[in-house]
């Protein structure tokens, strides 16, 4: 199982971003796929979580109605679209599957 985050980096305050994340290895299209973050000196947080085929999403109160979830089954990626981006959302952002993470992308918020 692999799967690598893309997409992070520096945006400013109010701003966006789309973080990505490839899957390989397990059958993409059937699984329950979720993003989460972890802040320095914090605990690893839920953000976002979608459905196999991507009719149902769930989202972290302190995201809902800025961040996006949706996926592509057919390039076997996920996908996080962030917008009016504070600086408490500066991360190392995740993505799950089961029991399986990705490396990590970071993802700063600052002006």
């Known amino acids: 199982v692999q799967l690598v985050e893309s997409g992070g980096g520096l945006a400013q305050p109010g701003g966006s971003l789309r973080l990505s994340c490839a899957a390989s290895g397990f059958t993409f299209s059937l699984s329950t796929m979720s993003w989460a973050r972890q802040a320095p000196g914090k605990e690893r947080e839920f953000v976002a979580s979608?459905?196999?085929?991507?009719?149902?999403?769930n989202y972290a109160d302190a995201v809902k109605g800025r961040f996006t979830i949706s996926r592509d089954n057919a390039k076997n990626t996920v996908y996080l679209q962030m917008s009016s981006l504070r600086p408490e959302d500066t991360a190392v952002y995740y993505c799950k599957s089961n029991v399986y993470w990705g490396q990590g992308t970071q993802v700063t918020v600052s002006s």
């Open positions: 979608i459905n196999w085929s991507g009719g149902s999403t």
